[in-house]
């Protein structure tokens, strides 16, 4: 087992398969927690000699280029890889996924596959450069899932930015997964902190995440009222008619009602 604080690559020996298990975020953090290049390299090398690679999955995803290096890491052994979904392949891990000659979707897992992120501060420039570069990693991200999926780039690249989550019997028959498992169904819900992503389906969210969003949604009606309110206000204070104050001191009575 390589650990790396909270989350670990693990890895054990059955036959002559060297199965691998990626549980937790693709990438470290700023606290150095996640699964790295790094510890997937240890992994590989500490192992016994082994003919062929099943590497198990349950991920958020995270760092891209963390997941592409994974990638290509995995792919550079010249040895089979049959990838397992146990629970979820999001993002950089849906990516990581695709190394597998074959990949199967465990009953109630889940991929998804979405648009690379970024952060930037500065001038409009700087905006601008940072949408280009992000454009030409989603670019460059969609060729592994087409040359895995045998989808047009076109088609991969609407799933992208549409972020696209499936369930194993969609995985399946867009070429993203070969087979649905017949193990027990997974449970990801609530293991994940998911709210980075936009289309996230209600069953794996969280108690927390349904409160925060209702909370986000009340607070944005809010605002909206209010600005509605001082627009209206501001109309009404800028017309000299006696019947438009008539008016303006009815709102500001339902203000402080």
């Known amino acids: 087992m390589i650990n790396k604080e909270k989350f670990s690559v693990t890895f054990t020996m059955q036959a002559s398969a060297l199965e691998l298990a990626l549980y937790g975020p693709i990438g470290a953090d700023m606290f150095g927690e996640g699964i790295t290049d790094g510890m997937v390299n240890s992994a590989l090398k500490l192992a016994d000699p082994y003919d062929s690679i099943l590497l198990r999955l349950n991920s958020p995803g995270g760092d891209l280029f963390q997941g592409v290096s994974i990638y290509n890491l995995l792919k550079s052994q010249g040895k089979p890889v049959n990838v397992v979904v146990d629970g979820l392949a999001a993002s950089a891990a849906s990516l990581i996924a695709m190394v597998g000659d074959e990949v199967v979707m465990q009953p109630g897992s889940m991929m998804m596959m979405h648009c690379a992120q970024g952060f930037c501060a500065g001038y409009s420039a700087d905006m601008t450069k940072m949408a280009e570069t992000l454009d030409s990693v989603t670019s460059s991200a969609a060729d592994v899932y087409v040359l895995a999926s045998k989808l047009s780039k076109t088609k991969v690249m609407e799933m992208l930015v549409a ?60 605002t909206q009222v209010e600005a509605a309110v001082a627009a209206v206000k501001a109309a009404l204070e800028a017309e000299p008619d006696p019947l438009i104050n008539i008016f303006r001191k009815k709102l500001e009575m339902l203000r402080s009602a």
């Open 163 to 222: 972020e696209t989550w499936m369930t194993p019997k969609e995985a399946v028959s867009l070429g993203f997964a070969t087979q649905v498992g017949n193990g027990k169904a997974a449970k990801i819900g609530n293991q994940f902190d998911l709210r980075m992503f936009k289309n996230v389906p209600e069953e794996l969210k969280s108690a927390e995440d349904v409160k925060l969003d209702a909370e986000i949604d009340a607070k944005t009606d809010a």
